[in-house]
């Protein structure tokens, strides 16, 4: 990446990279914005060619968000959050393509900070739980077993749904604790049912990609066994999503997670990449 954008550069300008696949490009004495615009359609432009890594070609669809302060008013601070703004309206969109913060971003900005500041606010106020959605034979109706989810119950707006509002949490850092929030409250609740709903009553939890370690499933053991609750009245869920990402791990917490006595299911299929072979290695 820094071979091939270095000679898109002036004397003076800085390129870095900010951890990851982020990279950030400063741009000095600008004469106008608009060659701000120039210069990163022409980065946009060399990476039309794939990368040759490892002997395999590997193309990538960048995105660029431009951030200026032609009113003089930013701080270094504003305009790296600014362009981070520009960035992911720009993924957003569809990516390869290039996005410019203007006026209209601050407000939206202005808002995702609130929002930001009111979930972390709802985590304190244990405004965020779980809900149970219930699994239903259709032959006999009864309630066969549950699904975990998350839900904020909002004292303005009442239950929210995760979709609202889990995507944010993830952005604020709050992943691990929802999650968290969520097991638990399911492990203790399944404990609680213990002779009075059929030993085959089963609460599924659904595990995020990022979650599917030794270390969580460690986690979720030991609270089976401190709360005295049934393993077979837990099923995980995990998606195509996470399993595809690190199949060899996926495959060696999952086969672990049955050993445990727990169910596992595969959550989400047909909307990826749909792999029969892949569910009969699972």
Not at 4 to 15: I, N, S, T
Request: proline share 5%.
């Amino acid at each position: 990446v820094a071979r091939r954008v270095e000679p898109l550069l002036r004397d003076g300008d800085v390129f870095a990279r900010m951890g990851g696949d982020e990279f950030t490009v400063l741009l000095p004495l600008l004469h106008n914005p608009d060659e701000a615009l120039r210069i990163a359609g022409r980065v946009l432009d060399v990476f039309a060619d794939p990368f040759v890594v490892g002997g395999r070609w590997v193309r990538s669809r960048p995105s660029i968000g431009v951030a200026h302060d032609a009113d003089g008013t930013d701080s270094a601070e504003d305009l790296l959050r600014h362009a981070d703004a520009a960035l992911y309206r720009a993924k957003d969109l569809g990516r390869r393509r290039v996005e410019v913060f203007d006026a209209g971003f601050r407000a939206q900005l202005a808002r995702r900070v609130d929002e930001e500041q009111r979930i972390r606010t709802a985590f304190e106020h244990r405004e965020i739980t779980a809900w149970y959605q219930p699994t239903v034979d259709l032959v006999t109706g009864a309630i066969v077993g549950a699904e975990a989810l998350a839900r904020w119950i909002h004292p303005e707006h009442g239950p929210i749904p995760a979709g609202a509002f889990v995507p944010m949490a993830e952005d604020c850092g709050l992943e691990a604790d929802l999650s968290k929030l969520v097991w638990r409250s399911t492990l203790r609740l399944r404990a609680s049912l213990v002779g009075v709903v059929p030993e085959d009553f089963r609460i599924r939890l659904n595990i995020h990609p990022r979650e599917i370690s030794d270390e969580q499933l460690q986690n979720v053991l030991d609270a089976l066994a401190f709360w005295g609750c049934p393993a077979d009245g837990i099923g995980v869920e995990v998606t195509e999503r996470a399993v595809i990402a690190d199949l060899d791990q996926t495959m060696t917490v999952l086969a672990a997670t049955r050993q445990a006595g727990l169910t596992v299911g595969l959550d989400d299929f047909g909307t990826g990449h749909s792999s029969l072979p892949l569910v009969t290695r699972l």
